[in-house]
């Protein structure tokens, strides 16, 4: 009987594909420009556009079939990336024509050029294509135990971030005391430290940091709470919820069909799921407050969870998140947009009309 051999399979560095890109999208816009602008005539500015313009539909194209990233749950759409491409050579040509009104050569303004491109695509793909939920959990396993109350002290965050974090819990408590009723058996699955919990209800938290549940225990924000490496596989015996929250979670986890019918087992048949997730469209303003701050705290703050996007792998509109439930057996039965950031959702395991 032969022996079972395990293969060591080797991948690449990410880093490397995204040089090589880099490297293949700047050696055809200077072929493209080149080619128009030296041997055909055409006007520089009109040749560096169609270089550039040329150089991101590579890009777009490498970058899906080449640099695949299991954690990347959402690549920009072709027309999203064709109108975004068109104005990027566009700003690439007035750029160029910059240098050029300045007396400097076309080819060093050229050079020049391609070098702030580079930067600024450097700068956009390391926003939208390096979250790691893996990565993102580690840290999290090893974050203080009032992490979460951390973020609503003035004197350890900004004011802006205090009054955000704040608010959410206040509408989050409002939230989940509109649905609970007394009796009712309820966990919260990634609880962290359950701030929403202000009334002190029989609250069963579920998180992968344990010190952040037994602050939670102690300051009685939570009746009970379970350790568990993998919010998939709780423990929890099933069909005993009569309610599940889910604040701000769903977009980390990165086996998400397994953590939804995880709650679909642990819910009883007539019970109701309560979910907050970022409102997180492209260039929305939850898109642009939470880069600005993942930028500042992990580039000049140095927080690895923040470099990797505190792993925010999933990006949720009102039509995805029904999608997402919908393909684990759960029916999203209304939803709603809080302060123009986060999507407040209830769903249940049976198709309701929506409100």
């Known amino acids: 009987m032969s022996e079972h051999v395990v293969v ?12 090589l890109g880099g490297l293949l999208g700047a ?27 040329l150089n991101q539909v590579f890009h777009f194209i490498y970058y899906n079939v080449v640099y695949v990233n299991k954690e990347v749950q959402m690549k920009t759409s072709l027309s999203i990336h064709l109108f975004l491409s068109f104005w990027v050579s566009i700003g690439s040509s007035g750029l160029l024509w910059f240098f050029l009104r300045n007396q400097i050569s076309f080819h060093l303004s050229l050079l020049y050029c391609l070098i702030i491109l580079a930067l600024s695509n450097s700068l956009l793909n390391r926003i939208s294509t390096f979250s790691s939920a893996k990565i993102a959990e580690v840290e999290y396993k090893e974050m203080n135990e009032s992490y979460y109350e951390d973020h609503t002290n003035v004197k350890k965050v900004s004011k802006f971030r205090a009054w955000y974090h704040r608010s959410r819990y206040e509408k989050l408590t409002k939230f989940v005391t509109e649905y609970f009723r007394v009796g009712m058996k309820m966990a919260d699955f990634g609880c962290g430290n359950c701030l929403w919990n202000i009334r002190k209800l029989p609250v069963l938290g579920v998180d992968i940091n344990a ?8 300051k009685k924000l939570l009746k009970e709470y379970k350790v568990c490496k993998d919010l998939a596989r709780t423990g929890i015996k099933s069909k005993s919820l009569d309610l599940v929250l889910m604040s701000e979670v769903l977009e980390h986890v990165f086996d998400q069909a397994d953590v939804l019918k995880e709650v679909s087992r642990v819910m009883k048949d007539n019970g109701t799921f309560l979910i907050t997730v970022p409102y997180d469209f492209f260039l929305g303003p939850f898109f642009i407050l939470f880069n600005l701050n993942c930028l500042y705290m992990g580039y000049i703050r ?37 302060n123009g950031l986060l999507l407040y959702a209830v769903a249940n395991k049976r198709k309701l009309k929506l409100i």
């Open 8 to 19: 060591q399979r080797w991948r690449h560095p990410a880093f490397l594909i995204f040089i």
């Open 211 to 218: 010190k952040m549940l037994r602050w939670s225990k102690r």
């Open 302 to 338: 140095g927080s690895v969870y923040h470099k990797y996007r505190c792993g925010h792998i999933h990006h949720f509109t009102k039509k995805r998140l029904k999608k997402a439930l919908e393909q684990n057996g759960l029916f999203l039965n209304k939803i709603f947009v809080v």
């Open 27 to 53: 050696i055809i816009n200077i072929a493209i420009t080149v080619l128009f602008a030296d041997q055909l005539l055409v006007n520089p500015l009109i040749a560096f556009f169609l270089g550039t313009f």
